[in-house]
C-alpha cells in the first residue's frame, strides 16, 4: 500500500475534506464566504481569459449550428420565391390564354361554329418543309380528319391526323395546301395555296376579270359538310395584285390574319354551321386606313390597274 | 525538482478546469459534460502514482468546489477525485496498462464519480440530482471521458517521463 508519510497526507486530505464539506453543510455563510469569494474571483478571471480564448472556437461551434438551419431557410425561401414568380409568370400567360379564348369564342360565336378548343404542343421541324403543329386533342374529344382549324383571327388550318389524345394541323400556309376562298363582299371564288412563307399565301383566281382590290379580306369558300374547310372563315387579305385583269391568271398575295408562327390557342370547328355565315365573321374594319377600303375610288393606283386594264408589266411579275 | 513538478501540476490544473469551464461546458454536448479535470486526475495519477494523484485530485475538487459555477457542497469533488485517483493508480499494475485498458480505466472511473456524485449529493440533502438522466449521464460521461483520455493521458505521460523522470511510474 501507500508509503506511511503519503498514507499520513491523503489522511490529512481526506479530514480536511470532510471538515469542509461539514462546515459547508451547515448552512449560512459559514468560514468560507471569503474564500470561496476569493477563489471564485481568481478562477473567475481565469476561465473569462480562456472564454476570450476560446470563443472564436464556440463562435465557430454556433455557425455550424446554425448554418444547417441558414440553409434550410435559404432553401425555403428559393423555393417561395420560384413559386412566387411561376404564379406571376402564369397569371400573365393565363391572361394571354384567357383572351385567346375570348377572341376564339366571338368568333365561333359570330360564325355559329361549333367548336373545341385547343393547345398548340408542338410544332413541326422546318427543316422537314412542312407546316404542321401538333394540338392537344385528338380522337377522344371528338376530332376528326379534315376538321378546320382557327384561331381568334382566321383561319389556321386542317386537321390532318387524328390520335387518340393529340391531332395533327396541317397550316394554310404548308406549299401542299388548297382551299376554296371567296372574296368577301363578292361571289368570285379562288383557290387559296400556302407558299410555304408564313406571311403570304396565293389566291388564284377562277375568273380572270374579277375586281379585286388591296386590303380586301379572303374568307372560306366552304367545303360540303364544312369538311375540310367550314365556310365563312377569314383567311386573310389582299396585300398586292400580280398579272392584269383578263389574264389567264390573275394571282393576289394574301396576308392571312392568323399570326401562324405563333399559336397558341386554337380552336377546332367540330360542327360547321348550318347556313354559310358570308362575311358575319370578319373583324370590323377600321375605315381610317385607307388600303383597307375597297371601294374602286378609294385607292386610285390600284382601281386603275383594275378598270383600264392597261398592259402593265407587274413589277413582281415572275 | 520539486518546483518542476509543481509547475507541471499548476498549469495542468489551470488548464484543465479553465477548458472544461470555458470551452468543453459551452459546447452544448448532449448528455454530461465532458469532465476534463477529472481525466486530468486521473491522468496525474497514472504518471506520479497514488500519492501525488491524491494530493493533485485533491487540490482540483476543492478549487473546483470553490470556483464559479459550481453549486456543490464544498469538499464532494475533492473527496471524489482523491478516490480516482486511488484507483486509476492501483487498479491496474502500470506494466499492464496497454492504451485501450487505459481507455476502459478511464470510462469506468468516470462512471463511478457520476454516480458516487450523485449519491453523496443526494445524501448530503442535495435535491438537485435528477436520477432519470443518471443513466444517459453515465453513458456520455464515459464516452466523453474515453474519447479525451488518449488525448490528455498520453502527453502528460510524456512530459513526465521527460521533465520529471525520477518521480515517474
Redesign the interface.
Known sequence: MLQRRARVVVAILVVITLTFAILDLRGGKGPFATFRSVVGTAVGSIESVGAAIFSPVLAVGSWWGTWGDQRDQIAALQAQNKALSDLVRRSAEDRARADALDGLLKVAGAGRYRITPAEVIAVGPEQEFSWTVTIDIGTQDGIERDMSVINADGLVGRVSAVHRTTSTVVLIVDPSVSVGARIAGSEEVGILSGTGDQNSLEFQMLNPLAKVDVGQAIVTFGSKNGKPYAPGIPIGEVTEVRGTAGQLTRVAAIRPFADLTALTIVGVVVRPPRTDPRDSVLPARPATEPSATPTPTASPSSSAELLEATPQPSPRAS | MWLRQLLILTVTL?IA???Q???LS???LPGATPDLVLVSVIAVAMAYG??MG??YG?AA???L????STAG????N??LF?AAALAAARAVDPRDRTVPIMIALVAGITAGVILARGVLDSV??HPTVVWGSMAELLLTGALYSAILAPIVVMPLGLVVKKFTPEVAV
Open positions: 489551470l478546469i479553465t477548458t469551464n470555458a470551452f459551452r459546447l452544448g497514488a500519492s491524491m494530493i485533491f475538487g476543492i478549487l468546489d470553490f470556483a464559479p457542497v464544498i469538499g464532494v475533492a473527496l482523491m448530503l440533502g
